[in-house]
């Protein structure tokens, strides 16, 4: 079982990147995911999730219209569009996902690198 987060890189103040989470291994309809960010010497911090279905999601209020959490289960894959990007959200980005609605996540992935410049 294995969760690949991608799509960081190095962006502007202001700016937009697009995070992706593929699993192999792994039916991610199944799953609740979530993305969450840490920066060195921090504890991990909750960005978003989202349920199985894509119906429900939820937000860390300093990202509450600006990100966007979706999936396209088709596909096997979470998005997390990052609007209006700050340098204080400079991090690695984590997806991971659970079976169950709450709870510890059961799986993360490998992080992807933000880093917004100002």
């Known amino acids: 079982v294995q969760l690949q987060a991608f799509g960081g890189g190095l962006v502007q103040a202001g700016g937009s990147l697009r995070l992706s989470c593929s699993a192999s291994g792994l039916t991610l309809s199944r799953y609740h995911m979530g993305w969450y960010r840490q920066t060195p010497g921090k504890e991990r911090e909750f960005v978003a999730s989202?349920?199985?279905?894509?119906?429900?999601?939820g937000y860390a209020d300093s990202v509450k219209g600006r990100f966007t959490i979706s999936r396209d289960n088709a596909k096997n894959t979470v998005y997390l569009q990052m609007n209006s990007l700050k340098p204080e959200e400079t991090a690695v980005y984590y997806c991971a996902a659970r079976k169950g609605a709450i709870g510890s996540y059961d799986f993360w992935g490998q992080g992807t690198q933000v880093t917004v410049s100002s």
């Open positions: 989202i349920n199985w279905s894509g119906a429900s999601s």
